[in-house]
């Protein structure tokens, strides 16, 4: 059976996201390898005072989290793809919806941007969406984003880490007319999607689990 190779943006260990893959995928090995493993604190909490026109939310391994520019990123994400690959991963799948352009991988990677895009074009050649992004410095780029696929959006702002203001913020979609709201961001678990479709009324897609249905899809479980 193949491995699963878990990109990270930031640190290890993430035992949520092993958790919710040894759930998806109940006997698939997995090997988890995080962005930022290798790069000393002083550099990262330089990047994050860096401005970014795209800033990512990345957890570190004591549980804290910065907003990173994606380009710092980029080649970590690279480095950590080889490593998974030189661990035995034969697919890897990068645990972030952003808008990334191809890595450099040596083995076949799953963009759950990509993922979520296709998901919900193939629902809906347009319509409303609410888009909700884990930082205030993603809304502009995500707007972006999103009508160029010809969607009408409202944007709202919550962190994976702040559950009590995504729950307020599901609370105010009650009245909206939507055809559907997109968690934005691969720290939302099932959980709160449930939450969030409960308070508003409207349905929701999780990239988390819905990522880690498609691997295991692919590796045949």
């Known amino acids: 059976m193949e491995t699963l190779g878990i990109l990270t943006l930031g640190q290890t260990p993430r ?5 919710l893959f040894k759930t998806c995928m109940p006997g698939v090995p997995t090997i988890i390898e995080g962005g930022l493993d290798n790069t000393k604190q002083s550099f990262i909490e330089a990047f994050a005072r860096e401005n970014s026109e795209y800033p990512l939310l990345v957890v570190l391994a004591d549980g804290t989290t910065r907003q990173l520019p994606m380009y710092r990123l980029i ?3 690279e480095e950590a793809a080889c490593r998974l690959s030189d661990r035995g991963a034969r697919l890897l799948v990068l645990m972030c919806t952003g808008n990334f352009a191809d890595l450099q ?10 993922l979520v895009s296709a998901v919900v074009s193939a629902m809906f050649p347009s319509g409303r969406l609410c888009i909700v992004v884990p ?11 999103w009508e160029a696929r010809g969607f009408e959006v409202i944007i709202k702002v919550a962190s994976p880490k702040t559950p009590s203001l ?9 009245d909206q007319k939507l055809d559907l709201v997109v968690l934005d961001c691969m720290g939302f678990n099932q959980e709160q999607a449930h939450e969030v479709r409960r308070r508003s009324g409207h ?3 999780c ?3 819905l990522v880690a249905q498609v691997c295991a899809e692919i590796i045949g479980i």
Request: avoid cysteine; glycine fraction near 4%; charged fraction near 30%.
């Open 15 to 19: 035992h949520d996201i092993e958790r």
């Open 75 to 77: 080649p970590r994400l």
């Open 105 to 114: 991988s040596p083995v076949p990677v799953i963009y759950p941007g990509r």
């Open 135 to 145: 930082n205030s410095g993603q809304k502009a780029p995500v707007r972006v984003i």
């Open 166 to 174: 995504l729950y307020h913020e599901a609370d105010e979609l009650r």
């Open 203 to 205: 349905r929701v897609i």
């Open 207 to 209: 990239p988390q689990r």
